[in-house]
Protein backbone atom coordinates (compact mmCIF):
# COMPACT_ATOMS: atom_id res chain seq x y z
CA UNK A 1 0.00 0.00 0.00
CA UNK A 2 1.01 3.44 -0.51
CA UNK A 3 1.14 5.72 2.26
CA UNK A 4 -0.96 8.52 0.53
CA UNK A 5 -4.40 9.40 2.16
CA UNK A 6 -6.90 10.35 -0.49
CA UNK A 7 -9.94 12.66 0.47
CA UNK A 8 -13.12 12.84 -1.39
CA UNK A 9 -15.18 15.90 -1.27
CA UNK A 10 -19.02 15.75 -2.61
CA UNK A 11 -22.07 14.77 -1.38
CA UNK A 12 -22.67 11.62 0.16
CA UNK A 13 -24.90 9.19 0.59
CA UNK A 14 -24.88 6.01 2.62
CA UNK A 15 -27.78 3.60 3.89
CA UNK A 16 -27.94 3.18 8.11
CA UNK A 17 -30.77 0.68 7.49
CA UNK A 18 -32.71 -0.77 4.75
CA UNK A 19 -35.50 1.11 3.50
CA UNK A 20 -37.60 -1.58 2.85
CA UNK A 21 -38.17 -1.60 6.73
CA UNK A 22 -37.35 1.51 7.27
CA UNK A 23 -38.44 5.27 6.51
CA UNK A 24 -35.89 5.94 4.08
CA UNK A 25 -35.28 9.32 5.82
CA UNK A 26 -33.74 7.31 8.77
CA UNK A 27 -32.55 4.57 6.54
CA UNK A 28 -30.65 6.52 4.49
CA UNK A 29 -27.70 9.63 5.34
CA UNK A 30 -27.73 12.25 2.83
CA UNK A 31 -24.56 15.14 3.60
CA UNK A 32 -24.56 17.73 1.34
CA UNK A 33 -21.08 19.03 1.47
CA UNK A 34 -19.61 15.59 2.88
CA UNK A 35 -16.29 13.97 2.56
CA UNK A 36 -14.89 10.17 2.72
CA UNK A 37 -11.44 9.36 3.70
CA UNK A 38 -9.62 6.86 2.19
CA UNK A 39 -6.63 4.82 3.99
CA UNK A 40 -5.03 1.17 2.43
CA UNK A 41 -8.03 0.61 0.26
CA UNK A 42 -10.66 1.26 2.90
CA UNK A 43 -12.80 4.17 3.94
CA UNK A 44 -11.44 5.28 7.21
CA UNK A 45 -14.06 8.36 7.57
CA UNK A 46 -16.72 9.92 6.52
CA UNK A 47 -18.88 13.12 7.17
CA UNK A 48 -18.66 16.82 6.75
CA UNK A 49 -15.97 18.02 4.32
CA UNK A 50 -14.83 21.33 6.58
CA UNK A 51 -14.43 18.58 9.71
CA UNK A 52 -12.67 16.29 7.45
CA UNK A 53 -10.29 18.37 5.87
CA UNK A 54 -9.38 19.90 9.09
CA UNK A 55 -8.14 16.28 10.43
CA UNK A 56 -6.55 15.23 7.28
CA UNK A 57 -4.48 18.64 5.99
CA UNK A 58 -2.32 15.87 4.25
CA UNK A 59 -4.51 14.23 2.74
CA UNK A 60 -4.36 14.16 -1.40
CA UNK A 61 -8.08 16.13 -2.37
CA UNK A 62 -10.27 15.04 -5.27
CA UNK A 63 -13.12 17.27 -5.24
CA UNK A 64 -16.17 16.44 -6.59
CA UNK A 65 -18.04 19.66 -6.24
CA UNK A 66 -21.90 18.25 -6.29
CA UNK A 67 -20.73 14.90 -7.76
CA UNK A 68 -22.83 12.05 -5.39
CA UNK A 69 -20.12 10.24 -4.13
CA UNK A 70 -21.96 6.17 -3.56
CA UNK A 71 -21.06 2.60 -3.15
CA UNK A 72 -20.04 1.25 -6.37
CA UNK A 73 -22.90 -0.66 -7.66
CA UNK A 74 -23.17 -4.16 -7.14
CA UNK A 75 -24.64 -6.95 -9.49
CA UNK A 76 -25.53 -9.59 -8.40
CA UNK A 77 -26.38 -12.26 -11.11
CA UNK A 78 -24.74 -11.78 -14.98
CA UNK A 79 -23.21 -14.17 -17.20
CA UNK A 80 -19.60 -12.29 -18.94
CA UNK A 81 -19.89 -14.55 -21.15
CA UNK A 82 -22.71 -13.35 -23.32
CA UNK A 83 -21.03 -9.85 -23.45
CA UNK A 84 -20.56 -10.23 -27.08
CA UNK A 85 -24.65 -11.45 -28.14
CA UNK A 86 -26.39 -8.84 -25.47
CA UNK A 87 -29.44 -6.96 -26.87
CA UNK A 88 -30.52 -10.32 -29.83
CA UNK A 89 -33.77 -9.79 -30.58
CA UNK A 90 -36.79 -11.39 -30.39
CA UNK A 91 -36.84 -15.21 -28.57
CA UNK A 92 -38.30 -17.05 -25.15
CA UNK A 93 -35.86 -18.45 -22.97
CA UNK A 94 -35.48 -21.91 -24.50
CA UNK A 95 -34.57 -20.76 -27.86
CA UNK A 96 -32.75 -17.54 -27.03
CA UNK A 97 -30.55 -20.11 -24.90
CA UNK A 98 -30.43 -22.21 -28.32
CA UNK A 99 -29.82 -19.44 -30.99
CA UNK A 100 -27.95 -17.16 -28.96
CA UNK A 101 -26.33 -17.67 -26.16
CA UNK A 102 -24.95 -21.52 -25.96
CA UNK A 103 -22.86 -20.62 -29.72
CA UNK A 104 -21.39 -17.50 -28.13
CA UNK A 105 -20.69 -19.67 -24.96
CA UNK A 106 -18.79 -22.47 -27.23
CA UNK A 107 -16.11 -20.28 -28.30
CA UNK A 108 -14.86 -19.71 -24.68
CA UNK A 109 -13.05 -22.91 -24.84
CA UNK A 110 -10.19 -20.79 -26.42
CA UNK A 111 -8.50 -19.03 -23.20
CA UNK A 112 -7.52 -16.10 -25.49
CA UNK A 113 -10.74 -15.63 -26.25
CA UNK A 114 -12.18 -15.73 -22.64
CA UNK A 115 -9.70 -13.43 -21.46
CA UNK A 116 -10.42 -10.71 -24.34
CA UNK A 117 -14.30 -10.80 -23.19
CA UNK A 118 -13.41 -10.70 -19.74
CA UNK A 119 -11.45 -7.59 -20.04
CA UNK A 120 -14.20 -5.87 -22.65
CA UNK A 121 -16.97 -7.13 -20.00
CA UNK A 122 -15.14 -5.38 -17.08
CA UNK A 123 -14.18 -2.52 -18.69
CA UNK A 124 -17.91 -2.02 -19.77
CA UNK A 125 -19.06 -2.62 -16.17
CA UNK A 126 -16.85 -0.51 -14.98
CA UNK A 127 -17.77 2.70 -16.84
CA UNK A 128 -21.14 1.69 -15.61
CA UNK A 129 -20.20 1.95 -12.17
CA UNK A 130 -20.31 -1.25 -11.12
CA UNK A 131 -17.52 -2.44 -8.88
CA UNK A 132 -18.80 -6.22 -7.93
CA UNK A 133 -20.40 -8.78 -9.98
CA UNK A 134 -21.50 -12.84 -9.38
CA UNK A 135 -20.76 -14.09 -13.12
CA UNK A 136 -21.77 -17.37 -14.50
CA UNK A 137 -18.33 -18.38 -16.94
CA UNK A 138 -19.50 -21.13 -19.21
CA UNK A 139 -18.40 -25.23 -18.49
CA UNK A 140 -14.77 -24.06 -19.57
CA UNK A 141 -12.23 -23.62 -16.68
CA UNK A 142 -10.04 -21.22 -19.13
CA UNK A 143 -13.23 -19.32 -18.86
CA UNK A 144 -13.07 -19.08 -15.11
CA UNK A 145 -9.38 -18.85 -14.66
CA UNK A 146 -9.63 -15.48 -17.29
CA UNK A 147 -12.25 -13.59 -15.33
CA UNK A 148 -10.65 -14.01 -12.06
CA UNK A 149 -7.59 -12.96 -13.54
CA UNK A 150 -9.37 -9.69 -15.11
CA UNK A 151 -10.97 -9.06 -12.08
CA UNK A 152 -7.46 -9.59 -10.14
CA UNK A 153 -5.85 -7.14 -12.33
CA UNK A 154 -8.13 -4.48 -11.42
CA UNK A 155 -8.37 -5.41 -7.58
CA UNK A 156 -11.94 -5.59 -8.06
CA UNK A 157 -13.93 -7.99 -5.68
CA UNK A 158 -15.61 -10.32 -7.47
CA UNK A 159 -17.27 -13.64 -7.36
CA UNK A 160 -17.92 -15.91 -10.06
CA UNK A 161 -17.63 -20.21 -11.28
CA UNK A 162 -18.05 -22.80 -13.81
CA UNK A 163 -20.97 -23.25 -15.44
CA UNK A 164 -22.09 -26.77 -14.77
CA UNK A 165 -24.14 -28.94 -17.56
CA UNK A 166 -24.52 -32.26 -18.55
CA UNK A 167 -27.52 -32.61 -20.76
CA UNK A 168 -29.50 -30.45 -22.72
CA UNK A 169 -27.22 -28.35 -24.44
CA UNK A 170 -24.87 -28.92 -27.69
CA UNK A 171 -21.73 -30.29 -28.27
CA UNK A 172 -18.64 -28.50 -26.99
CA UNK A 173 -20.75 -27.23 -24.25
CA UNK A 174 -21.51 -30.43 -21.71
CA UNK A 175 -19.24 -31.36 -19.12
CA UNK A 176 -19.87 -34.53 -16.83
CA UNK A 177 -20.86 -35.37 -13.53
CA UNK A 178 -17.29 -36.22 -12.45
CA UNK A 179 -15.63 -33.69 -14.32
CA UNK A 180 -18.29 -31.10 -13.07
CA UNK A 181 -17.27 -31.77 -9.40
CA UNK A 182 -13.63 -31.92 -10.26
CA UNK A 183 -12.95 -28.82 -12.15
CA UNK A 184 -15.69 -26.87 -9.84
CA UNK A 185 -13.15 -27.93 -6.70
CA UNK A 186 -9.91 -27.28 -8.85
CA UNK A 187 -10.99 -23.67 -9.16
CA UNK A 188 -12.32 -23.33 -6.10
CA UNK A 189 -9.26 -24.15 -4.50
CA UNK A 190 -7.54 -21.84 -6.65
CA UNK A 191 -8.95 -18.79 -6.60
CA UNK A 192 -11.79 -18.82 -3.31
CA UNK A 193 -10.77 -15.79 -0.94
CA UNK A 194 -7.25 -14.99 -3.24
CA UNK A 195 -7.53 -11.19 -3.56
CA UNK A 196 -10.98 -10.22 -3.65
CA UNK A 197 -12.04 -13.12 -5.24
CA UNK A 198 -14.68 -15.56 -4.39
CA UNK A 199 -16.04 -18.71 -5.67
CA UNK A 200 -19.98 -19.75 -6.35
CA UNK A 201 -20.38 -23.21 -7.76
CA UNK A 202 -22.59 -22.67 -10.59
CA UNK A 203 -25.02 -25.39 -11.76
CA UNK A 204 -26.27 -23.37 -14.84
CA UNK A 205 -30.19 -24.40 -13.80
CA UNK A 206 -32.03 -27.78 -13.73
CA UNK A 207 -32.75 -28.45 -17.42
CA UNK A 208 -28.82 -28.98 -18.08
CA UNK A 209 -27.98 -30.75 -15.30
CA UNK A 210 -28.97 -34.33 -14.19
CA UNK A 211 -29.38 -34.96 -11.18
CA UNK A 212 -26.32 -36.64 -10.60
CA UNK A 213 -24.50 -33.88 -11.35
CA UNK A 214 -26.76 -31.65 -8.92
CA UNK A 215 -26.25 -34.36 -6.52
CA UNK A 216 -22.15 -34.10 -6.83
CA UNK A 217 -22.26 -30.52 -6.77
CA UNK A 218 -24.48 -30.40 -3.75
CA UNK A 219 -21.76 -32.81 -2.06
CA UNK A 220 -19.20 -30.25 -2.71
CA UNK A 221 -21.11 -27.54 -1.55
CA UNK A 222 -21.38 -29.11 2.57
CA UNK A 223 -17.64 -29.47 1.63
CA UNK A 224 -17.09 -25.79 1.42
CA UNK A 225 -19.50 -24.70 2.96
CA UNK A 226 -18.85 -20.94 2.89
CA UNK A 227 -18.68 -20.20 -0.59
CA UNK A 228 -21.56 -18.99 -2.53
CA UNK A 229 -23.94 -21.37 -4.88
CA UNK A 230 -25.97 -19.64 -7.77
CA UNK A 231 -28.35 -20.97 -10.44
CA UNK A 232 -31.85 -20.17 -11.63
CA UNK A 233 -34.82 -20.56 -10.29
CA UNK A 234 -38.95 -20.20 -11.78
CA UNK A 235 -37.81 -17.68 -14.57
CA UNK A 236 -40.12 -18.96 -17.20
CA UNK A 237 -43.96 -20.59 -17.44
CA UNK A 238 -42.28 -22.99 -20.22
CA UNK A 239 -39.04 -23.65 -17.98
CA UNK A 240 -41.23 -24.57 -15.04
CA UNK A 241 -43.21 -27.05 -17.59
CA UNK A 242 -40.04 -28.53 -18.71
CA UNK A 243 -38.70 -28.87 -15.39
CA UNK A 244 -41.84 -30.66 -14.27
CA UNK A 245 -41.89 -33.27 -17.48
CA UNK A 246 -37.77 -33.80 -16.63
CA UNK A 247 -38.50 -34.08 -12.62
CA UNK A 248 -42.01 -35.73 -12.26
CA UNK A 249 -41.01 -36.87 -8.94
CA UNK A 250 -40.25 -33.16 -7.80
CA UNK A 251 -42.56 -31.19 -6.09
CA UNK A 252 -41.90 -28.24 -7.59
CA UNK A 253 -38.44 -26.40 -9.37
CA UNK A 254 -37.01 -25.65 -5.52
CA UNK A 255 -37.37 -29.52 -5.04
CA UNK A 256 -35.13 -29.97 -7.95
CA UNK A 257 -32.26 -28.30 -5.99
CA UNK A 258 -33.24 -28.81 -2.70
CA UNK A 259 -33.20 -32.68 -2.66
CA UNK A 260 -29.67 -32.58 -4.26
CA UNK A 261 -28.03 -30.32 -1.31
CA UNK A 262 -28.80 -27.01 -3.23
CA UNK A 263 -30.91 -25.11 -1.24
CA UNK A 264 -28.89 -22.99 1.78
CA UNK A 265 -27.65 -19.67 2.72
CA UNK A 266 -25.46 -18.58 0.56
CA UNK A 267 -27.64 -19.73 -2.33
CA UNK A 268 -28.57 -17.50 -5.24
CA UNK A 269 -31.58 -18.07 -6.63
CA UNK A 270 -31.80 -15.64 -10.37
CA UNK A 271 -35.00 -14.63 -11.21
CA UNK A 272 -37.64 -16.52 -8.90
CA UNK A 273 -40.47 -15.11 -10.31
CA UNK A 274 -43.21 -17.97 -10.56
CA UNK A 275 -42.90 -19.41 -7.09
CA UNK A 276 -44.93 -21.86 -5.06
CA UNK A 277 -45.86 -21.11 -1.34
CA UNK A 278 -44.06 -24.18 -0.44
CA UNK A 279 -40.81 -22.57 -2.37
CA UNK A 280 -41.24 -19.23 -0.42
CA UNK A 281 -41.41 -20.64 3.05
CA UNK A 282 -38.14 -23.12 2.38
CA UNK A 283 -36.28 -19.84 0.63
CA UNK A 284 -37.20 -18.07 3.42
CA UNK A 285 -36.47 -20.67 6.06
CA UNK A 286 -32.90 -21.00 5.10
CA UNK A 287 -32.16 -17.22 4.25
CA UNK A 288 -31.32 -17.69 0.85
CA UNK A 289 -31.27 -15.08 -1.89
CA UNK A 290 -33.38 -14.31 -4.44
CA UNK A 291 -31.79 -11.75 -7.50
CA UNK A 292 -34.01 -10.23 -9.46
CA UNK A 293 -33.30 -9.07 -12.79
CA UNK A 294 -35.76 -7.09 -14.12
CA UNK A 295 -34.61 -5.63 -17.74
CA UNK A 296 -34.16 -9.47 -18.43
CA UNK A 297 -37.57 -10.38 -17.34
CA UNK A 298 -39.31 -7.84 -19.56
CA UNK A 299 -36.38 -8.47 -22.59
CA UNK A 300 -36.88 -12.00 -22.53
CA UNK A 301 -40.88 -11.98 -21.79
CA UNK A 302 -40.75 -13.61 -18.13
CA UNK A 303 -42.43 -11.82 -15.74
CA UNK A 304 -42.90 -9.16 -12.94
CA UNK A 305 -40.95 -9.71 -9.83
CA UNK A 306 -42.96 -9.80 -6.49
CA UNK A 307 -40.15 -7.27 -5.23
CA UNK A 308 -42.88 -5.73 -2.53
CA UNK A 309 -44.46 -8.85 -1.54
CA UNK A 310 -41.17 -10.94 -1.12
CA UNK A 311 -39.75 -7.92 0.92
CA UNK A 312 -42.70 -7.65 3.36
CA UNK A 313 -41.95 -11.32 3.73
CA UNK A 314 -38.69 -10.55 5.08
CA UNK A 315 -36.60 -12.85 1.87
CA UNK A 316 -32.65 -11.57 1.15
CA UNK A 317 -33.15 -10.04 -2.34
CA UNK A 318 -30.36 -8.12 -4.97
CA UNK A 319 -30.42 -6.36 -7.60
CA UNK A 320 -28.92 -8.00 -10.78
CA UNK A 321 -28.40 -7.02 -14.86
CA UNK A 322 -28.44 -10.62 -15.79
CA UNK A 323 -26.49 -9.48 -19.05
CA UNK A 324 -26.57 -10.80 -21.65
CA UNK A 325 -30.34 -11.77 -21.28
CA UNK A 326 -30.67 -8.33 -19.51
CA UNK A 327 -30.49 -6.05 -21.62
CA UNK A 328 -27.93 -3.52 -20.36
CA UNK A 329 -24.66 -3.13 -18.07
CA UNK A 330 -25.74 -0.18 -16.32
CA UNK A 331 -27.52 -0.79 -12.63
CA UNK A 332 -28.59 2.65 -13.33
CA UNK A 333 -31.10 1.28 -16.55
CA UNK A 334 -31.92 -2.01 -14.10
CA UNK A 335 -33.20 0.32 -11.24
CA UNK A 336 -35.67 2.06 -13.55
CA UNK A 337 -36.79 -1.53 -14.69
CA UNK A 338 -37.08 -2.87 -11.01
CA UNK A 339 -39.15 0.86 -10.78
CA UNK A 340 -41.43 -0.16 -13.85
CA UNK A 341 -42.08 -3.62 -12.68
CA UNK A 342 -42.78 -2.55 -9.35
CA UNK A 343 -45.66 -0.12 -11.01
CA UNK A 344 -46.57 -2.73 -13.03
CA UNK A 345 -47.81 -4.65 -10.33
CA UNK A 346 -48.84 -1.19 -8.43
CA UNK A 347 -46.19 -1.30 -5.68
CA UNK A 348 -43.66 1.76 -6.69
CA UNK A 349 -40.11 1.91 -5.37
CA UNK A 350 -39.01 4.76 -3.84
CA UNK A 351 -35.45 6.00 -4.95
CA UNK A 352 -33.70 5.25 -1.66
CA UNK A 353 -35.24 1.64 -2.60
CA UNK A 354 -34.05 1.30 -5.51
CA UNK A 355 -30.30 2.78 -4.98
CA UNK A 356 -30.14 0.70 -1.38
CA UNK A 357 -31.13 -2.94 -3.91
CA UNK A 358 -27.88 -2.00 -6.42
CA UNK A 359 -25.72 -1.16 -3.49
CA UNK A 360 -25.79 -2.56 -0.52
CA UNK A 361 -29.06 -5.04 -0.86
CA UNK A 362 -27.06 -6.90 -3.70
CA UNK A 363 -23.84 -7.38 -1.19
CA UNK A 364 -26.17 -8.73 1.02
CA UNK A 365 -27.45 -10.87 -1.29
CA UNK A 366 -23.57 -11.95 -1.92
CA UNK A 367 -23.02 -12.22 1.71
CA UNK A 368 -20.33 -9.66 0.91
CA UNK A 369 -22.41 -6.58 3.10
CA UNK A 370 -19.33 -6.26 5.99
CA UNK A 371 -17.34 -5.33 3.18
CA UNK A 372 -18.86 -3.34 -0.16
CA UNK A 373 -22.22 -1.94 -0.90
CA UNK A 374 -22.14 1.22 1.34
CA UNK A 375 -20.22 4.29 2.36
CA UNK A 376 -18.60 3.41 5.95
CA UNK A 377 -15.91 3.19 8.15
CA UNK A 378 -14.22 -0.06 7.19
CA UNK A 379 -15.54 -0.82 4.04
CA UNK A 380 -13.34 -1.85 1.16
CA UNK A 381 -13.15 1.64 -0.91
CA UNK A 382 -15.44 0.76 -3.83
CA UNK A 383 -16.83 4.13 -4.73
CA UNK A 384 -18.26 5.73 -7.53
CA UNK A 385 -19.03 9.80 -8.19
CA UNK A 386 -22.15 10.25 -9.73
CA UNK A 387 -23.51 13.48 -12.07
CA UNK A 388 -26.88 13.96 -11.31
CA UNK A 389 -27.36 16.51 -14.48
CA UNK A 390 -25.26 14.24 -17.11
CA UNK A 391 -27.49 14.94 -20.02
CA UNK A 392 -29.38 18.29 -21.27
CA UNK A 393 -32.79 16.30 -20.08
CA UNK A 394 -31.86 15.18 -16.75
CA UNK A 395 -30.02 18.65 -16.02
CA UNK A 396 -33.46 20.71 -16.77
CA UNK A 397 -35.31 18.42 -14.20
CA UNK A 398 -32.68 18.27 -11.49
CA UNK A 399 -32.30 21.64 -11.81
CA UNK A 400 -35.84 22.46 -9.84
CA UNK A 401 -35.72 19.00 -7.81
CA UNK A 402 -37.06 19.80 -4.11
CA UNK A 403 -34.43 17.21 -2.85
CA UNK A 404 -31.94 14.88 -3.16
CA UNK A 405 -34.43 11.86 -3.89
CA UNK A 406 -36.15 14.07 -6.94
CA UNK A 407 -32.66 14.69 -8.39
CA UNK A 408 -31.51 11.03 -7.91
CA UNK A 409 -34.79 9.45 -9.51
CA UNK A 410 -34.49 11.62 -12.55
CA UNK A 411 -30.56 9.64 -13.05
CA UNK A 412 -32.29 6.57 -12.09
CA UNK A 413 -34.87 6.63 -14.89
CA UNK A 414 -32.74 8.46 -17.13
CA UNK A 415 -28.97 8.53 -16.84
CA UNK A 416 -26.40 5.99 -18.24
CA UNK A 417 -22.57 5.73 -18.00
CA UNK A 418 -22.77 9.12 -18.76
CA UNK A 419 -23.92 9.64 -15.22
CA UNK A 420 -20.42 7.85 -13.92
CA UNK A 421 -18.11 10.62 -13.54
CA UNK A 422 -15.43 8.29 -11.81
CA UNK A 423 -14.85 4.55 -10.35
CA UNK A 424 -13.00 4.06 -7.60
CA UNK A 425 -12.16 0.28 -6.90
CA UNK A 426 -10.06 -0.88 -4.00
CA UNK A 427 -8.96 3.01 -3.32
CA UNK A 428 -7.57 3.66 -6.17
CA UNK A 429 -9.03 5.69 -9.11
CA UNK A 430 -9.98 3.13 -12.27
CA UNK A 431 -11.50 4.99 -14.49
N1 LIG B 1 -31.53 -19.93 -17.52
C1 LIG B 1 -30.52 -20.77 -17.74
N2 LIG B 1 -29.48 -20.16 -18.33
C2 LIG B 1 -29.84 -18.88 -18.49
C3 LIG B 1 -29.18 -17.74 -19.04
O1 LIG B 1 -28.05 -17.78 -19.52
N3 LIG B 1 -29.88 -16.57 -19.01
C4 LIG B 1 -31.14 -16.49 -18.48
N4 LIG B 1 -31.76 -15.32 -18.48
N5 LIG B 1 -31.77 -17.55 -17.98
C5 LIG B 1 -31.13 -18.73 -17.98
ZN1 LIG C 1 -28.87 -15.84 -15.61
Redesign the pocket.
Known amino acids: WSNIVDLLLGQVLSFKSNPFEHPFEEAARHIFKGAIVIENGKIAAVGDAADLLKTHPTARVTDYGERLLTAGFVDAHV ?1 YP ?1 TAIIASWGKR ?1 IDW ?1 NTY ?1 FPEETRFFDAEYAQEISNRYLDLVLANGTTTVAS ?1 CTIHPESVNAIFTAAAERDMRIVAGKTCMDRNAPDGLRDTVQSAYDDSKALLEKWHGVGRAGYAITP ?2 SP ?1 STPEQLQALGALWAEYPDVLMQT ?1 LS ?1 QVD ?1 IEWVKSLSPDARDYLDTYESCGLLGKGGLY ?2 AIYLTDREKDRLKEVDASLIH ?1 PT ?1 NTF ?1 GSGLFDMAGLMADGHRIGLAT ?1 TG ?1 GSNFSMLRTMAAAYEVGQLRGTPLHAAQLYWLATQGAARALHLDDKIGNISVGMEADIIALNMSSTPAIAQRTQHAEDIWEALFATIMMGDDRAIDATWVGGKLLC
Do not use: A
Open positions: HQLLTYRFTHEEGHCSIDG
